[in-house]
């Protein structure tokens, strides 16, 4: 089906007595980024504050996305999942963009964003778990505590396919020894970005 509709279009193009023109009202109705694409967080999303001459000092959004692992036969029993968010204040509207920030690469975010992990059983999310935070400039590192208040599987949850997060992020100062001199509280609240999961069987 697909392919014939693009020899379809194919031969319009070719038979257009100008194909080097651009249909403006084509191009309004051309659609846009598709919503798996999309990772929307509006600022408010993120309350975090952060005292280090580095970073910050404060972030409005949060981008929540995850690993699940397990389920499978050669998977971790019981299933864990990695949670990672992006802490900015970047509109990072794209997807890719966010998976760029995340993976260190600050073309489209400020190098001062933060990525956080933390591992823990699927079943066992509400609650305090270990955590690593690095800004995406890479020159920052430390540990603290997330605190899981509230979690929707994205994975398990039929009513909500997107699942949702709630919780506390907390560094003290004192017991960094990667970057002594970090210290971070705050809080965040928001939905998965669809296209930031992952499962691993």
Do not use: W
Request: contains cysteine; aromatic residues 4%; charged residues 10%.
């Amino acid at each position: 089906m697909r392919a014939v509709l693009c020899s379809a279009l194919l031969l319009a193009a070719c038979n257009a007595s100008d194909s080097s023109k651009v249909d403006p009202a084509a191009a309004a109705d051309a659609p846009g980024p598709s919503s798996f694409d999309r990772c929307d967080s509006p600022a408010g999303t993120a309350a975090l504050t952060v005292s280090n001459g580095t970073l910050g000092p404060t972030y409005a959004r949060v981008y929540a996305g995850g690993v699940s692992a397990g389920g499978g036969d050669s998977g971790p029993t019981p299933p864990t999942l990695e949670l990672v968010l992006l802490f900015t204040n970047d509109d990072l509207a794209i997807a890719n963009d966010v998976t760029a920030c995340i993976s260190h690469d600050t073309t489209h975010c400020a190098a001062t964003s933060l990525i956080v992990r933390s591992t823990f059983a699927t079943g066992a999310a509400v609650g305090t778990h270990d955590a690593t935070i690095e800004n995406a400039g890479g020159t920052v590192s430390v540990t603290g505590a997330l605190a899981v208040g509230t979690y929707q599987d994205p994975f398990a949850t039929p009513t909500n396919p997107t699942g949702h997060v709630v919780g506390e992020l907390h560094v003290a100062s004192t017991t960094n020894t990667t970057s002594p001199g970090v210290a971070l509280d705050g809080t965040f609240d928001h939905t998965f970005c669809e296209s930031l999961l992952e499962s691993v069987l």
